[in-house]
């Protein structure tokens, strides 16, 4: 069994700061790739930012230079800082682990269960 559980949503005012973890625990042989991915109202869930093994990462253009994404492998832990919130921001804050659970099994996706971040105007 593997846990995605993320912390740290809320309701902030434009132009303010929230920071979002996402801490991985159970049956985790190794993980690859981990990211945020949001789900605002009537939207399609996109991706946000993301960040390698090794730490090389990527985000979506909407929240380049605003957002940055970091992880602690040693915690198997991933963050995100949002800096600079707009209204636009707001949704459901999930985080995506890609891993293994054992040396023989394929890489799988696993999900957080969300966290909501609101902005307001």
């Known amino acids: 069994q593997v846990q995605l559980v993320e912390s740290g949503g809320g309701l902030v005012q434009a132009g303010g700061s929230l920071s979002l973890s996402c801490a991985a625990s159970?049956?985790?042989?190794?993980?690859?790739?981990m990211g945020w991915y949001r789900q605002g109202p009537g939207k399609q869930r996109e991706l946000v930012a993301g960040?390698?093994?090794?730490?090389?990462?990527n985000y979506a253009d909407s929240v380049k230079g605003r957002f940055t994404i970091s992880r602690d492998n040693a915690k198997n832990t991933v963050y995100l800082q949002m800096n600079s919130l707009k209204p636009e921001d707001t949704a459901v804050y999930y985080c995506?682990?890609?891993?293994?659970?054992?040396?023989?099994?394929?890489?799988?996706?696993?999900w957080g269960q969300g966290t909501q971040v609101t902005v307001s105007s």
């Open positions: 159970g049956s985790i042989f190794s993980i690859n790739a």
């Open positions: 995506k682990g890609t891993m293994r659970t054992t040396y023989y099994n394929s890489l799988l996706d696993y």
């Open positions: 960040i390698t093994s090794s730490g090389r990462t």
